[in-house]
């Protein structure tokens, strides 16, 4: 008979959102009259960028023409946006990341999801505590962890707690760990990591052979100049990390579906011999197997993000949510909260009231405000006591969820 | 250290694809004056739907205002999406399959592997040779096979065989198999299967609980009225049957991007305490968890199709190719080949003139005639001693391909 993967059987109930949008639908429904302001998922509300949306029209009707038509597109993306990506995101920034060394996707979440295709399933895993939940339940799906502890955290991964105390920076594992997930700007706590910081990382990647996979999806939201927005800006970087980034937030293609996945030309893993094989091109091999590429339509609106009138547009859409995430931060510090994050970051992360915990002030605000957010317990352990709202809406519905909140 | 998959390293080198585009590009840079003719890869040539491109058209204006733009879709994809497939491809038929039963993805290809995911390592599994390479490297990479024996096949897979002496009709198999792939109307071979024939592989798995993965991405190109489009026109077969579908083929969709994947509510597996665990369930999990849904854009594209514009238009095209293969066949007959399939597929699979093997066939049309074909070895041991061409061609390029293969 055919046996199914057991260790979908460890994961906990319900991934995070569906979760939440479960007891928000429970909510609504009983009360009707009610108008629920989102500041949950982080997903953006505003229009895609005009220059995104003319070069996408131009691309549909090239693929309604017999001259203009294109079938198949190569797996790792076109090459003319990789060569955009390599140039605008990395030389630009000083950075030797080659356009072959580019893999475009649809979505980063499959991204940083798939690339344990290619890693064994013998590595110490490392996570941030809290943590985007998709790191922790693939490696829990793929078999990589034991059971769930009565704490919620799994056996098997070592968890890195960021938390007020230690200024949300995780600290350098005391043991060895094989893999590393780091997020910044960090998703769900806004906090950011500095040159010197990523440094001591990489430096202790380059040392135990490690590999740290880095999930920048959010640089785009970086204000403060000597923040790094790539860690291929930090010296060895190449030969320990590889690096996911979206057009999801930056450009608002959560709808569209773009992303793309960095893996320098000379980082290595090993096999069980010790023999040094390389990343490159596993992923390759991965993708041309098991991937078709992404859409020639929305590969065209990625490439126009990079355009003069693309990056003006984009930069709109960035000053736009930030402010968002000032105005949350002004007026939940006058409410009284303590708020972090938001300043480099489309998320702030309020300490929760004492005596609740992360889903009681969840229900708490569901009720008393119409607003829903995102209990911060739902990203880990470490994460109770926490709440993350996201800037990702209108400023009428920012201001009035403001409102509201200040007014309970 | 880092230690990577090493059931990578068991794959034969380049997947079949990328290999044939390397001796292709060697060729033509040695001899540039050459007009090479593609009847390699199974990628469609003609415009989109003209209903397709205008559905898109108009999502990609909704993106670009405030009131139409649309952030993450459902992972599932969109239900008015789900909802037509279903009436459409299923219930018309007398197929119960409901909109909760379809997962909208990116491509086939993704579904084909991924669907791994969810499903143990320790099963027994079975392929047809020849087969689409994605089956068993996917099963490969996930280590689920053992090394490559020396003919090239994997140890730890059951192969069936299909070739002129059974018909193409593979064999059900001697020992019980956990898990069997079918692929009707077949690629590579373009043969089919009729209800009959397909009762007893569902008969099969019923009796030994046994999964079917049945590839129907090439429904669309059926003729022959008692032929099934699904392998759920079989009674029993919800009970036994993931099927994959696809809009690159009807529709034109390899550069689009869309698929869908149908998991029965009622299909199970089992887990080692013998307990049923329902495989809808774990596929929804993985989905959510590990994916972000298809492009809105796209999936306009997709509703499109099933409109009553769209449905003539797929109409014209499925036609146009069908004659592309109609022309191949009596060419390539009255040249003295004996040839299969072509009458319910786009595809046409040669017999190899004696004493040559399937690449020897590949480089001898290559260099006199400058068609590009796919050698039949590249699918399998069995394979061997065949070759598949495409119909997916302008009217020209077929016609000039015959005459020089007639001409060589």
Redesign the interface.
Same mark, same amino acid.
């Given at each position: 008979?055919?046996?199914?993967?057991?260790n979908?059987?460890k994961?906990k109930a319900g991934?995070l959102f569906?979760e939440i949008s479960k007891r928000v639908n429970n909510y609504t429904q009983a009360n009707s009259s009610s108008k629920v302001i989102k500041l949950g998922?982080g997903?953006?509300?505003?229009?895609?960028p005009?220059a995104c949306?003319k070069a996408?029209?131009e691309a549909?009707?090239e693929?309604?023409?017999?001259n203009?038509?294109?079938?198949?597109?190569p797996e790792q993306g076109y090459g003319w946006l990789r060569e955009k990506i390599s140039v605008n995101d990395f030389i630009s920034r000083g950075c030797q990341i080659s356009s072959e060394e580019i893999f475009v996707s649809?979505?980063s979440?499959?991204d940083s999801?798939?690339i344990l /295709? @290619?890693?064994?399933?013998?590595?110490l895993i490392a996570v941030t505590d809290p943590v985007y939940?998709?790191y922790v339940?693939?490696n829990v799906?793929?078999g990589r962890t034991g059971e769930t502890l009565q704490n919620g955290t799994y056996q098997g991964l070592v968890y890195l707690a960021i938390n007020e105390e230690n200024k949300f920076q995780p600290e350098i594992p005391k043991k060895k760990v /094989? @893999?590393v997930y780091l997020c910044f700007p960090n998703n769900p706590t806004g906090a950011t990591i500095t040159k010197q910081e990523l440094k001591k990382w990489v430096d202790y990647a380059i040392e135990?052979?490690?590999?740290i996979l880095f999930d920048a999806a959010y640089e785009a939201f970086i204000q403060d100049k000597n923040i790094p927005h790539s860690i291929y800006e930090i010296e060895g970087a190449k030969n320990c990390a590889i690096e996911f980034r979206s057009f999801s937030k930056n450009a608002?293609f959560?709808?569209?579906?773009c992303a793309y996945t960095v893996i320098p030309k000379n980082l290595s893993?090993?096999?069980?011999k010790g023999d040094k094989?390389d990343?490159w091109s596993?992923w390759n091999?991965?993708q041309?197997?098991?991937?078709?590429?992404?859409?020639?339509?929305?590969q065209r609106g990625a490439e126009a993000v990079y355009s003069s009138q693309g990056k003006k547009e984009v930069n709109s859409l960035i000053d736009f949510y930030m402010k968002n995430a000032e105005i949350m931060q002004n007026k939940l510090r006058s409410a009284g909260f303590k708020v972090y994050g938001g300043d480099n970051a489309p998320y702030v992360w309020i300490k929760v009231p004492d005596r609740m915990t992360s889903w009681d002030f969840f229900d708490y605000l569901l009720e008393k405000a119409d607003v829903v957010g995102t209990p911060g317990s739902g990203f880990g352990l470490a994460g109770e006591g926490y709440f993350r709202l996201s800037a990702f809406n209108?400023r009428m519905n920012v201001n009035n969820a403001m409102e509201r909140i200040i007014n309970i």
């Open positions: 008979m055919v046996k199914v993967n057991e979908y059987l994961l991934y569906p998922i997903d953006v509300t505003e229009p895609l005009k949306v996408m029209g549909l009707n693929m309604g023409t017999n203009g038509f294109k079938g198949y597109g649809d979505g979440k499959c999801s798939n /295709d @290619i890693l064994g399933s013998d590595n939940p998709v339940d693939t799906m793929t /094989d @893999i135990n052979k490690s590999l608002g959560t709808g569209v579906r893993g090993q096999n069980s094989i990343l596993l091999r991965r041309c197997t098991k991937f078709n590429g992404v859409s020639y339509i929305v209108s």
